[in-house]
């Protein structure tokens, strides 16, 4: 097979509510998508992709085979400015460290009878009957106040275990290397790597605070290994 593909639908929010009981956080706009699709039995390849989702605009190539055990997704991927913050889950979150505001855990984290952690179930054994590897690079990357610049993010999923290769970029002025793995589990385990160089402390504490409260610079260097099957656990 050889066809064009364009799809369109006015709303992607209500599109992702019926067909996926998933309810974004606020308004995402219109999804708009166009690509070249080719493939057979052993597999199907989406070139020439122009993904447009309200704001947001991906174009690259994704492709699935379908020879083996598993499906195989691979997908090299560019994007324009990205604001994650419309298209994650609606009150669903619950604060990582209290009084730094927006760090958050995403979907799994709820408060409950004002508990400070979620004892929510966290399963990711679901993503064991998939291999995948996606490079996505981006100018921009945003999370509320927290903005990633010339982010460039490698991830692979497969033998059990999803992981961030590469996940480096910009903020506040310094420069970020970082690796992530966690195990495809009912009770995962996560291993994080962080290196922070030269950060403004200024553009750090103005984007927390809204107002310059420090300066110099700083560094940091974190390792971080745990398991548990809730983020209470974790």
């Not at 219109?30 to 699709?37: G, K, M, P, S």
């Not at 070139?47 to 379908?66: F, I, M, N, S, W």
């Not at 903005?147 to 992981?163: E, P």
């Amino acid at each position: 097979a050889d066809v064009s593909v364009h799809v369109r639908h006015p709303d992607l929010a209500r599109l992702l509510r019926t067909m996926a009981g998933y309810r974004p956080a606020g308004p995402v706009g219109e999804l708009d998508v166009q690509a070249r699709l080719r493939g057979g039995p052993k597999g199907v390849a989406l070139t020439e992709l122009t993904a447009k989702a309200g704001d947001l605009v991906l174009r690259g190539d994704v492709v699935v085979g379908l020879g083996g055990p598993r499906p195989d997704i691979k997908a090299n991927l560019t994007a324009g400015a990205i604001v994650i913050d419309p298209f994650l889950p609606a009150r669903k979150s619950a604060s990582l460290w209290p009084g730094w505001p927006g760090l958050k855990i995403i979907p799994v984290a709820t408060r409950r009878g004002g508990a400070q952690w979620s004892n929510d179930p966290i399963d990711l054994s679901g993503l064991a009957g998939i291999d995948a590897r996606l490079a996505l690079k981006t100018p921009s990357l945003q999370f509320e106040r927290y903005v990633l610049q010339n982010a460039d993010l490698s991830v692979t999923l497969g033998k059990g275990r999803l992981s961030i290769d590469k996940l480096t970029g910009v903020i506040f002025g310094g420069a970020l290397q970082a690796t992530a793995s966690t195990t495809t589990t009912a009770r995962p385990r996560i291993e994080t790597v962080i290196a922070l160089e030269n950060m403004s402390v200024e553009q750090a504490t103005r984007a927390l605070t809204g107002a310059s409260m420090a300066g110099g610079k700083l560094g940091l260097q974190l390792n971080l290994a745990t398991a548990g099957g809730s983020v209470a656990g974790l």
